[in-house]
């Protein structure tokens, strides 16, 4: 079968960091169904995986977000049959989506919306469970609107993650959702997507807030590197807040900064169940289901900002290119082979 992999950690633009090669197609076996990739989504973790040092060198595809359908399954599988379409973002250890054929665990699978195709869908998996996990199991928030009319800050509300982030907490918890954006076309975005007020990211972040009314924050979500963001988080979070960032610190936070104000703090790592195998594995499909049926229902919409052609070492090599800029609207994806 086809794939694109690569046999050493380089730099974006070197010759062998994206290459198409032939490798053996899996067997399904256990829990696992072997899917026939029709597209991918590529995201922010594929840049920083590729450039982690292979020990061995031996061949790493990268490629965590597919869409695609069944075409065999193992003893154990009860979830699926041969010929469901479905969605998944896989698990970090394994090999990923970008390949012709790809075993995932059918606890981290689901059956894809029937009324998006499969670009549509592939852009979903991973931040949509990165998204629902910070929500509403970090911050805790209802999803049966008793928290409605809170206040959550989103930095960083246009990429993948603060793309389905926002439609959530509109359409599940009904919260006041502050979104930040730097530029007029990333700040429409949030807007469309049911961001109430846009902020600028760039500039003073509580002074923002001020003129908006809404000084402190019951719940900030931190998309990007959070300790440029630290103190002023720290600051507009409410007495007894609560905090989810899912991205590393990069540098030493200060947790004592949250105990005046009993605030709660939370990492959020998408790949937890599924590396861990946690007993609880199969909430991953249970949430993946029911943004499936929320988006046959009208209630959410495809995050694709961007449908990059086939799946090959060049297109991929392009996306990772782009991401890495940081400057990303909604998610890139690939479709065919
Ligand atoms: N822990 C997990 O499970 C998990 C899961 C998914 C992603 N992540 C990580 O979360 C981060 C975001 O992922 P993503 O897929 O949403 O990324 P993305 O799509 O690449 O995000 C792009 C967005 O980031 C915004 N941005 C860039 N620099 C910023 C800054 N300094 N401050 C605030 N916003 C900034 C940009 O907004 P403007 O253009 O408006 O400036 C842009 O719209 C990545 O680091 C990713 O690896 C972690």
Redesign the pocket.
């Known amino acids: 079968m086809k794939a694109v992999g690569s046999y050493k950690a380089l730099a974006v633009d070197e010759a062998e960091a994206f290459l198409d090669v032939e490798v053996d197609k899996p067997q399904a076996t256990g829990r696992n169904i072997l899917v026939e990739v029709k597209a991918i989504s590529v995201?922010?973790?594929d840049t920083?995986v590729r450039k982690r040092p292979h020990p061995d060198e031996t061949l790493r595809i990268l490629g965590w977000d597919a869409a695609g359908v069944v075409t065999a399954i193992g003893d154990d599988v009860s979830m699926f049959e041969v010929g469901d379409e479905v969605y998944y973002a896989g698990c970090i250890t394994k090999p990923g989506s970008n390949s012709e054929y790809q075993l995932v665990d059918e606890r981290i699978a689901a059956k894809k919306p029937t009324s998006l195709g499969f670009a549509e869908s592939a852009a979903l998996p991973?931040?949509t469970i990165?998204a629902w996990e910070a929500i509403f199991e970090r911050l805790g928030v209802s999803k049966g609107g008793k928290d409605a009319g809170k206040s959550i800050l989103m930095?960083?509300?246009?990429?993948?993650?603060?793309s389905i982030a926002i439609q959530l907490a509109r359409k599940l918890a009904n919260l006041n959702i502050i979104a930040?954006?730097?530029?007029k076309e990333?700040?429409d975005w949030c807007k469309a997507r049911g961001a109430d007020h846009v902020i600028n990211?760039?500039e003073d972040i509580p002074a923002q807030l001020d003129a908006l009314g809404l000084p402190m924050v019951d719940y900030v979500l931190c998309?990007?590197?959070i300790a440029?963001?630290w103190k002023t988080i720290t600051d507009v979070i409410k007495p007894q807040g609560k905090i989810c960032t899912?991205?590393d610190f990069f540098e030493d936070g200060n947790l004592d900064l949250l105990k005046p104000k009993s605030a709660t703090f939370a990492?959020?790592?998408?790949?937890t169940r599924s590396m861990h195998q946690t007993d609880d594995m199969d909430e991953i499909n249970e949430l993946l289901s029911e943004t499936a049926a929320m988006i046959d229902d009208g209630e959410l919409v495809t995050t694709v900002g961007d449908v990059s052609g086939p799946i090959n070492a060049e297109n991929i090599r392009k996306v990772h290119a782009s991401?890495e800029e940081?400057?990303?609207?909604g998610?890139y994806v690939l479709e065919g082979w």
């Open positions: 995201n922010p973790v920083k991973l931040t990165t930095i960083g509300g246009a990429g993948g993650v603060g930040t954006a730097s530029r990333s700040a990211h760039y998309l990007t590197n440029g963001y899912i991205v990492f959020e790592f998408m790949f991401i940081g400057r990303a609207i998610k």
